[in-house]
């Protein structure tokens, strides 16, 4: 594995820091109104995407699909987060010109395929990028994530049978966050640690301590080196926690305050952070410096999304097919 | 040219697109090693090699997902049914996938994938294996929808669905596979989104397509005898709908007949009603007729099948309403 260094750690708390500060921000222009539909965050669950990306090959080679708790994903894999920000404002200059919204974030270019909004309906996907991959023989490999509610969807059986009969280079991670929206994993299934559900596969399988991105970094290389070379998938269980609600409708009756507090004890920036004041590698002006940075960076992608304008009309027709002047039927 | 059978047909059109793209493959239950449920992929395996012409278990929602998913990574497969009726257990990848990955992207991932298999029914198959699903992907924006009624027109429009750059559906028959007809030498496309006259005639225009279209023709004959020309329009593509085509034939005529293998209830027949009605409103000398199946699920009995089935009979005493005579 790539070594962690020094600059890994101060990299991780610069993009952690910002990802969590750019999901405040949606949550803020959300209550305005500015932001509109569903809108999930990955506030608490960042340490799993620091550790994939420290393993991942950026560029387009590697890739990542999700499902609709995917605004920050993209920006780490090198996604202008104005754009993201944009696609939440309904924006031409977002993402997906507008035409996704939250929960459909896609940069082809940088390897983010989606942001996908049906529940385990990316799983098979996922699965099919890397089939891609592999009859082309370009060495990528996808990395397929999914919450703890879609690892209850029949598609994850089909396809994880599949994964593994084809030995698919893909890394399946279910983001075990406690809840699939209101619902506690223990109300889910008779079994709590669904990393076993790779057994019936034979898949090889596992937890992984997903408040920690060293811990997902090392579990992520070994999976990701075995569908390299050929080995075919991995399962991983991240035990992670989201501190927000599932969307933000969601009054969170299902918890405690004082459970979310505890998750805050090993919260993976604190944890970063901690590490970094330990081993003296940043001062406490730098550490502030960048809290500074974030701030404006997350301020400018705000400014770009409100001054950005709205798709034409005619926009709606454009993308639906690749055929040009497909004749819709005419609606009113 | 030469006379082949529909499934000949079929395993011609995939073959020759397989020689000339490499990025096309074939996968279904049953494709490769048995060589098709319906023999439609008969040699295929030997041909192309297992990496092309794949096995899968029998997981619709998996493979369907699998295949729309190999599109992004420069793909383009052609996806298998053993009929459209199994289709419903992996729909979710058709319509929420398939259908939408190009505008919610911002047109960074077309879907070129081609879901093949047959539709309707099929003789006493009984409830669940009956069912024509055209009007539910028609419903789809994203989706193109093409039936074909024999040889010729599969080889042209499979050729010309698996080379488009959308999600196409494309649905045959089990009871067409062993249909012959004659089909050219040499290579040929047959456009998406052009309806053919099968038959000219003058008084009344009879709109169909896929297998029933055959009830059609036999009722052409007979009507034939009694001094009645009826013009008879194969859609070949049901969405995009050739709506020129209809409205043409029916400023002609002035009669309208639809035989569609499907439930009345918001069906393609229905989509039809409605455009003619529209657009050629002056023109009509009396009421559209539709014939469709039941509304009701297909029943096994042989005599309850009949009933269900629309039958040459029903268009002739359709096609006598719209002229006002018995």
New interface residues.
């Given amino acids: 594995m790539k070594e962690i260094t020094k600059e890994t750690y101060i990299n991780w708390y610069k993009d952690m820091l910002f990802w969590r500060k750019f999901e405040d921000k949606l949550a803020a222009v959300y209550i305005q109104q500015k932001v509109r539909g569903f809108l999930h965050l990955y506030n608490g669950q960042e340490a799993i995407l620091a550790g994939c990306l420290h393993v991942m090959e950026l560029g387009g080679k590697d890739?990542m699909?999700t499902a609709y708790r995917n605004h920050v994903q993209p920006i780490g894999m090198g996604v202008d987060p104005k754009r993201v920000m944009a696609e939440l404002y309904g924006k031409s200059t977002?993402?997906?010109?507008?035409?996704?919204g939250s929960m459909?974030i896609?940069?082809?270019e940088h390897g983010f395929?989606?942001?996908?909004?049906?529940v385990g309906?990316q799983?098979?996907?996922?699965?099919?990028?890397?089939?891609?991959?592999k009859?082309?023989n370009?060495g990528?490999v996808t990395i397929c994530c999914f919450g703890d509610g879609a690892a209850r969807q029949?598609?994850l059986?089909?396809?994880f049978?599949?994964a593994m009969?084809w030995k698919l280079p893909v890394v399946f991670i279910v983001e075990n966050n406690g809840y699939a929206m209101g619902t506690s994993v223990e109300r889910t299934a008779n079994h709590q640690d669904i990393w076993k559900l790779g057994l019936g596969y034979e898949m090889p399988c596992g937890p992984v301590d997903a408040m920690n991105p060293i811990k997902v970094a090392e579990a992520m290389d070994e999976a990701m080196e075995r569908a390299r070379r050929g080995d075919g998938p991995t399962f991983l269980e991240m035990k992670t926690y989201r501190y927000r609600g599932h969307s933000m409708s969601d009054a969170q009756h299902y918890r405690t305050k004082e459970e979310v507090e505890e998750y805050k004890k090993i919260d993976p920036i604190t944890q970063v952070l901690d590490i970094i004041k330990e081993e003296k590698y940043l001062t406490d002006e730098e550490i502030k410096q960048i809290d500074k940075d974030v701030k404006n960076k997350v301020a400018e992608c705000e400014k770009f999304a409100e001054e950005s304008p709205y798709p034409d009309k005619q926009q709606l027709y454009?993308?639906?097919?690749?055929?040009e002047n497909?004749?819709?039927v005419k609606h009113k | 040219m030469k006379t082949i059978q529909f499934r000949e047909a079929i395993c011609e059109a995939m073959s020759e697109e397989m020689r000339m793209d490499e990025s096309i493959y074939l996968i279904g239950e049953e494709v490769a090693e048995y060589n098709g449920a319906y023999k439609a992929s008969k040699g295929m395996l030997d041909e192309f090699g297992e990496k092309r012409v794949i096995d899968a278990p029998i997981a619709e929602l998996g493979f369907g997902g699998i295949a729309v998913g190999s599109t992004m990574t420069g793909n383009r497969p052609i996806v298998e049914y053993m009929t459209f009726n199994f289709a419903l257990v992996g729909i979710d990848q058709i319509i929420n996938n398939a259908a939408k990955i190009r505008q919610m992207s911002g047109g960074q991932f077309p879907c070129p994938i081609v879901f093949r298999g047959p539709t309707a029914s099929a003789g006493q198959l009984g409830a669940t294996h009956s069912q024509a699903f055209e009007n539910w992907f028609a419903n789809t924006p994203g989706l193109k929808v093409v039936v074909p009624s024999n040889p010729y027109d599969a080889k042209g429009l499979l050729k010309a669905a698996i080379r488009d750059n959308d999600p196409v559906i494309f649905m045959e028959s089990e009871q067409m596979y062993g249909d012959k007809g004659e089909v050219p030498e040499g290579e040929y496309i047959i456009p998406l989104g052009v309806a053919d006259i099968k038959r000219k005639g003058t008084d009344v225009t009879v709109v169909s397509f896929g297998k029933i279209i055959k009830e059609a023709y036999k009722a052409a004959e007979i009507l034939e005898k009694e001094g009645i020309s009826i013009e008879i329009i194969d859609l070949r593509t049901v969405r995009p709908m050739d709506t020129k085509a209809i409205i043409e034939s029916v400023k002609k005529t002035n009669r309208l007949v639809i035989l569609e293998e499907a439930w009345p209830f918001g069906s393609v027949a229905t989509e039809i009603a409605y455009r003619v009605q529209e657009q050629a409103f002056d023109y009509l000398d009396a009421p559209i007729q539709r014939i469709n199946t039941a509304d009701t699920p297909a029943a096994y009995s042989p005599v309850l099948m009949e009933e269900w089935l629309p039958n040459a009979q029903d268009v002739i005493e359709a096609v006598k309403a719209t002229l006002y005579v018995k």
């Avoid at chain 1, 395929?113 to 049906?118: D, E, L, P, R, S």
């Avoid at chain 1, 454009?318 to 055929?323: C, K, L, R």
């Fill in positions: 890739k699909i977002g993402t997906s010109h507008g035409m996704g459909h896609f940069s082809k395929y989606g942001g996908h909004g049906i309906g799983i098979p996907l996922g699965a099919g990028m890397a089939f891609g991959d009859y082309h370009t990528g029949g598609s059986h089909e396809t049978n599949m009969l454009d993308m639906v097919y690749e055929q497909y004749p819709f």
